[in-house]
């Protein structure tokens, strides 16, 4: 079964770091886009970042280019968000989803439990 | 990149119809035949119920239809059973390796 596992959630103050990990199993790691999406609370998902298969090319939404930065590890089949500059407005759940694929899957069918990013003073 | 326009909650009795609509533009839903849905329960992660527009992944009651016109998508479920009641959510590619979902919309089963 595919699994994803986010962990590095927590309380930061404003203009703090925070680096978000996403490990996967269950799938051949090497051929899946992953992505990051979140969800502030009582709000809707937004999608945030993805990386390519071989970590070549990364996207991100408007909101975070320049702070955040996706990366991936293939030995660790993990996928990794860096966040840097946290603005209270980056308070939500984080979730890592398997994305677009060698297969030519266009969508997210896979999707961890979330992790909790609270950024308050 | 703004998010996908849902209504905010949407409902209907047993056995009836119901249909969320998910509104972009040309250049994201308008554009591109890759319109997907999620459900999600209070405090779970999503789930994929409809890819490509209206394919349903492995799984899925086919009381779940998905379609689209011009730059708006839509998800109907018929039939509805009180176990429907959730949040759906919608997404689009919107090119350059990007996407984007809409606002949510939770479903009240009467």
């Known amino acids: 079964d595919v699994q994803l596992v986010e962990s590095g959630g927590g309380l930061v103050q404003p203009g703090g770091s925070l680096r978000l990990s996403c490990a996967a199993s269950?799938?051949?790691?090497?051929?899946?886009?992953m992505s990051w999406v979140r969800q502030a609370p009582g709000k809707g998902l937004e999608w945030v970042a993805n990386i390519k298969q071989d970590g070549t090319d990364q996207n991100y939404v408007d909101s975070v280019r320049g702070r955040f930065t996706i990366s991936r590890d293939g030995a660790r089949k993990s996928v990794y968000l860096q966040m840097k500059s946290l603005r209270v407005e980056d308070t939500a759940v984080y979730y890592c989803?398997?994305?677009?694929?060698?297969?030519?899957?266009?969508?997210?069918?896979?999707w961890g439990q979330g992790t909790l990013v609270t950024v308050s003073s | 990149q703004s998010a996908l326009n849902q209504p905010r909650s949407v409902s209907g009795s047993l056995g009836q119809s119901v249909t969320i609509s998910c509104t972009g533009t040309s250049r994201d839903v308008g554009a591109y035949n890759y319109v997907s849905w999620y459900r999600q329960d209070p405090g779970k992660a999503p789930k994929l119920i409809i890819f490509?527009?209206?394919k349903r992944p492995s799984g899925v009651p086919d009381r779940f239809s998905g379609s689209k016109s011009g730059n708006t998508a839509s998800l109907t479920i018929s039939g509805l059973q009180a176990e429907d009641e959730a949040d759906y959510h919608c997404?689009?590619?919107?090119?350059?390796?990007?996407?984007?979902f809409g606002s949510g919309t939770n479903l009240i089963v009467l």
């Open positions: 989803a398997r994305g677009l694929s060698d297969y030519g899957d266009i969508f997210h069918d896979s």
């Open positions: 490509d527009v209206s």
């Open positions: 269950g799938f051949t790691f090497s051929t899946y886009w």
């Open positions: 997404s689009t590619y919107a090119g350059a390796y990007t996407f984007l």
